[in-house]
T-cell receptor, first 111, second 115 residues
Framework: SQQGEEDPQALSIQEGENATMNCSYKTSINNLQWYRQNSGRGLVHLILIRSNEREKHSGRLRVTLDTSKKSSSLLITASRAADTASYFCASPQGGSEKLVFGKGTKLTVNP | KAGVTQTPRYLIKTRGQQVTLSCSPISGHRSVSWYQQTPGQGLQFLFEYFSETQRNKGNFPGRFSGRQFSNSRSEMNVSTLELGDSALYLC??????????????FGAGSRLTVL
């Protein structure tokens, strides 16, 4: 079963614009992670935010977490064509180390 | 250090056959997780092994099985293949305990096509 659900399912923007993706999850979590997947390849870990954190930055990435709303957002600033990929949120389910992924947001950055 | 290595990268099988996929984790990682990815269902968790023991299991039929060896390498097996088993199978390793316990490093995947 999906723990997180990303929104929107697809997003198309121009280079230089910002891209925002949202994720909602169902159960309590101790951390939430974001991953990127280039077409047909393995996923790459981008950033982890813990349940006691509200915001975290890494380069052009900014992640927020609202545990009261069970939601998170990923902001990519000044996007580049190379950012074109699918982005997934993931969180542990049921107190285990098992990571459950959402269905992802497909981001297209047009040059 | 070397990343997660999955073999084979591509394979084609026919219905009823069985398949074994292999995964070599990052050196020092004791946890290996397997996921199935399809366009319709997305990323579905199969199972996770930690120190040769299955620690977590997803909702897949018994045709899907796995194991982990003492060197942390893992294999998964699918028996009596069905058309719906066509998917990208992803292996991921993680420390499994302590800081960054469940931060996954993925392999490139094994793409299985069942005809």
């Amino acid at each position: 079963s999906q723990q997180g659900e990303e929104d929107p399912q697809a997003l198309s923007i121009q280079e230089g614009e910002n891209a925002t993706m949202n994720c909602s999850y169902k159960t309590s979590i101790n951390n939430l992670q974001w991953y990127r997947q280039n077409s047909g390849r393995g996923l790459v870990h981008l950033i982890l935010i813990r349940s006691n954190e509200r915001e975290k930055h890494s380069g052009r990435l900014r992640v927020t977490l609202d545990t009261s709303k069970k939601s998170s957002s990923l902001l990519i600033t000044a996007s580049r064509a190379a950012d074109t990929a699918s982005y997934f949120c993931a969180s542990p389910q049921g107190g285990s180390e098992k990571l459950v992924f959402g269905k992802g947001t497909k981001l297209t950055v047009n040059p | 250090k070397a990343g997660v290595t999955q073999t084979p990268r591509y394979l084609i099988k026919t219905r009823g056959q069985q398949v074994t996929l292999s995964c070599s984790p990052i050196s020092g990682h004791r946890s290996v997780s397997w996921y199935q990815q399809t366009p319709g269902q997305g990323l579905q968790f199969l199972f996770e092994y930690f120190s040769e023991t299955q620690r977590n299991k997803g909702n897949f039929p018994g045709r899907f099985s796995g194991r982990q060896f003492s060197n942390s390498r893992s294999e998964m097996n699918v028996s009596t293949l069905e058309l719906g088993d066509s998917a990208l199978y992803l292996c991921a390793s993680s420390p499994g305990r302590g800081a960054g316990a469940n931060v996954l490093t993925f392999g490139a995947g094994s793409r299985l096509t069942v005809l």
